[in-house]
């Protein structure tokens, strides 16, 4: 890794030099497609986890290497009961790494599922001779390719800047009195403090600069009247644009890869004479980056303020109740409790494709479907659809569901608008 700063008339530019560029106040957002991208993927088993959480883990982790324009030829999976300081893995594994570098070497790029310290990836990047990327690099990467608007661009930096300022150790180690003797001896810590002032006035200038669009957001959002709100929430890559445009007849951006959705998207939409508004927000992820959810706070309160939540998950995903139990981890850790909340268990279509039999009967089919269906049911304490967005499948029901809901809501605080709205 290779961090400078530098001071321009009028200009400050800090910047977190590697190859895929996670660069400060430039323009240009290539993410890691600059050029063709081979990488290998590191794992630790700790004390607490199991191996086949950590291969899970690095399933997602090649998915956002994927998403990010990497593609990944091997992984590399080590037991530690606590990650090393110097190197993060065994000194056995950094060889072990090396030696496979060396007979590979298109592979430019290694990937750990962790954050490193910035002391880690010096070592690391000077040991393998590769560039070195830890799961918040990769994570900022995506968003700083994906961003869009002013704000979410301004989000992305803020955390940028965070994650880079306790990084900033070592840029000057070249004059730190590491050693005695003659040439030895300079400003030391006094440059390093210079940098970290210099960010810190930059973080601040990001939170200034959020805060004016926050408060713009604020009042857009007073200007929507008395409309119930209803927020499209859960893990990245359910399809919750894919539902959005469905529901909201729109034509909001939809990927299968993580992330493509960053700006928060709000469409008015009517169920029979019953207007309400529909909103789509960021997706969730395990071992989301402290800095992004601070980051994206004003974003989320699109979703802290709306009066119904659609809980969107992918049932063919084969950890999908992790997925659903991440999503409730982060709502609670920003505030958001307490509301009504409709369960949406999406691609029910390749749910079928990927686990049932060709040689089952459509019955058979069914009565599984079905059997899992009330098991869910009875597992969550929420009321559940089970749905496809891509082809359509019981999206009648979902509107049924989400009229019911949206009502009841209008009743509690708008009692005079169901007369208007609703005719039964």
Same mark, same amino acid.
């Given at each position: 890794?290779?961090?400078?700063?530098?001071?321009?008339?009028?200009?400050?530019?800090?910047?977190?030099?590697?190859?895929?560029?996670?660069?400060?106040?430039?323009?240009?957002?290539?993410?890691?497609?600059?050029?063709?991208?081979?990488?290998?993927?590191?794992?630790?088993?700790?004390?607490?986890?199991?191996?086949?959480?950590?291969?899970?883990?690095?399933?997602?982790?090649?998915?956002?290497?994927?998403?990010?324009?990497?593609?990944?030829?091997?992984?590399?999976?080590?037991?530690?009961?606590?990650?090393?300081?110097?190197?993060?893995?065994?000194?056995?594994?950094?060889?072990?790494?090396?030696?496979?570098?060396?007979?590979?070497?298109?592979?430019?790029?290694?990937?750990?599922?962790?954050?490193?310290?910035?002391?880690? %990836? $010096?070592?690391?990047? !000077? /040991? *393998?001779?590769? &560039?070195?990327?830890?799961?918040?690099?990769?994570?900022?990467?995506?968003?700083?390719?994906?961003?869009?608007?002013?704000?979410?661009?301004?989000?992305?930096?803020?955390?940028?800047?965070?994650?880079?300022?306790?990084?900033?150790?070592?840029?000057?180690?070249?004059?730190?009195?590491?050693?005695?003797?003659?040439?030895?001896?300079?400003?030391?810590?006094?440059?390093?403090?210079?940098?970290?002032?210099?960010?810190?006035?930059?973080?601040?200038?990001?939170?200034?600069?959020?805060?004016?669009?926050?408060?713009?957001?604020?009042?857009?959002?007073?200007?929507?009247?008395?409309?119930?709100?209803?927020?499209?929430?859960?893990? %990245? $890559?359910?399809?919750? !644009? /894919? *539902?959005?445009? &469905?529901?909201?007849?729109?034509?909001?951006?939809?990927?299968?890869?993580?992330?493509?959705?960053?700006?928060?998207?709000?469409?008015?939409?009517?169920?029979?004479?019953?207007?309400?508004?529909?909103?789509?927000?960021?997706?969730?992820?395990?071992?989301?980056?402290?800095?992004?959810?601070?980051?994206?706070?004003?974003?989320?309160?699109?979703?802290?303020?709306?009066?119904?939540?659609?809980?969107?998950?992918?049932?063919?995903?084969?950890?999908?109740?992790?997925?659903?139990?991440?999503?409730?981890?982060?709502?609670?850790?920003?505030?958001?409790?307490?509301?009504?909340?409709?369960?949406?268990?999406?691609?029910?279509?390749?749910?079928?494709?990927?686990?049932?039999?060709?040689?089952?009967?459509?019955?058979?089919?069914?009565?599984?479907?079905?059997?899992?269906?009330?098991?869910?049911?009875?597992?969550?304490?929420?009321?559940?659809?089970?749905?496809?967005?891509?082809?359509?499948?019981?999206?009648?029901?979902?509107?049924?569901?989400?009229?019911?809901?949206?009502?009841?809501?209008?009743?509690?605080?708008?009692?005079?608008?169901?007369?208007?709205?609703?005719?039964?």
């Amino acid at each position: 890794m290779s961090i400078e700063c530098i001071l321009q008339p009028g200009k400050i530019v800090v910047a977190l030099f590697m190859k895929n560029n996670l660069n400060i106040d430039v323009k240009e957002k290539g993410g890691l497609k600059s050029g063709p991208e081979y990488a290998i993927l590191v794992g630790l088993v700790q004390r607490d986890q199991k191996e086949e959480e950590v291969q899970e883990y690095l399933d997602e982790l090649e998915f956002l290497a994927l998403t990010a324009g990497a593609e990944c030829k091997k992984r590399f999976v080590q037991k530690l009961s606590h990650p090393d300081s110097r190197t993060f893995i065994g000194s056995g594994k950094v060889e072990e790494i090396f030696q496979y570098l060396e007979n590979h070497e298109e592979v430019n790029m290694v990937i750990f599922d962790d954050d490193l310290s910035g002391k880690q %990836t $010096n070592i690391l990047e !000077s /040991t *393998l001779k590769v &560039k070195i990327v830890d799961r918040t690099t990769l994570i900022l990467d995506i968003f700083a390719s994906r961003a869009q608007t002013a704000q979410a661009q301004t989000q992305v930096e803020l955390a940028q800047m965070k994650y880079l300022l306790p990084r900033l150790r070592g840029l000057w180690t070249h004059l730190e009195r590491q050693r005695g003797g003659i040439g030895m001896r300079g400003p030391g810590e006094k440059e390093i403090e210079t940098d970290r002032r210099i960010v810190r006035d930059k973080i601040n200038q990001l939170k200034q600069k959020l805060e004016k669009i926050d408060r713009q957001s604020q009042t857009q959002r007073k200007t929507r009247g008395e409309l119930i709100r209803v927020a499209l929430v859960g893990y %990245t $890559n359910v399809g919750k !644009s /894919t *539902l959005m445009n &469905k529901l909201a007849k729109s034509e909001v951006f939809a990927e299968n890869k993580l992330f493509a959705t960053l700006d928060t998207t709000v469409r008015k939409v009517v169920f029979g004479t019953m207007p309400f508004l529909l909103s789509d927000t960021v997706g969730f992820i395990r071992k989301l980056p402290t800095h992004l959810i601070e980051s994206f706070k004003s974003t989320l309160d699109e979703v802290r303020e709306s009066d119904v939540l659609l809980h969107v998950v992918d049932l063919s995903h084969p950890q999908f109740e992790d997925h659903v139990k991440t999503v409730e981890s982060t709502l609670s850790d920003i505030g958001i409790e307490g509301k009504p909340v409709l369960l949406v268990f999406n691609k029910v279509d390749l749910y079928r494709e990927k686990y049932f039999d060709e040689l089952l009967d459509r019955k058979t089919k069914e009565d599984i479907l079905d059997e899992l269906k009330q098991s869910l049911i009875s597992r969550f304490d929420h009321p559940c659809v089970f749905i496809s967005a891509w082809s359509g499948e019981n999206l009648d029901q979902l509107r049924d569901d989400m009229t019911k809901m949206i009502k009841d809501q209008y009743q509690v605080r708008y009692p005079y608008l169901v007369k208007q709205f609703w005719t039964m």
